[in-house]
C-alpha cells in the first residue's frame, strides 16, 4: 500500500470539513497509518456486509470511521467519514 493514492468522494470531504477539529486531526492521524498499512491492528480495519458488502471500514476514534473501496488500479477511495450513522 505504501505510495499508493488515496481519492477522497465529494461527500467524504464535505463531511470532514463540518467534522470537529479534533476529529479531523485524529482522522489525518489515522489516515497516515492507513497509508503505510490499511490493516494496521490500530485501525480495527473491516470488511462490511449488506448493502455495503464491497466496502470496507477503519476506525478513527471509538465513534467515528472512514468508509472507503479499494481501486482497480491499487488505489484507494474514501466515501465517507463520520459516526456510525454512515452505516444506515
Do not use: C
Amino acid at each position: 500500500m505504501e505510495g499508493k493514492v488515496i481519492e477522497y468522494s465529494q461527500k467524504f470531504l464535505k463531511a470532514l470539513s463540518r467534522m470537529p477539529k479534533n476529529i479531523a486531526e485524529y482522522a489525518q492521524e489515522k489516515e497516515r497509518i492507513f497509508h503505510a498499512n490499511p490493516f494496521d491492528p490500530r485501525l480495527d480495519t473491516h470488511k462490511l456486509h449488506g448493502k455495503d458488502k464491497d466496502v470496507w471500514s477503519f476506525s478513527i476514534t471509538h465513534s467515528y470511521r472512514i468508509k472507503f473501496i479499494f481501486l482497480a488500479k491499487g488505489g484507494v477511495l474514501f466515501l465517507e467519514i463520520g459516526t456510525h450513522d454512515i452505516y444506515k
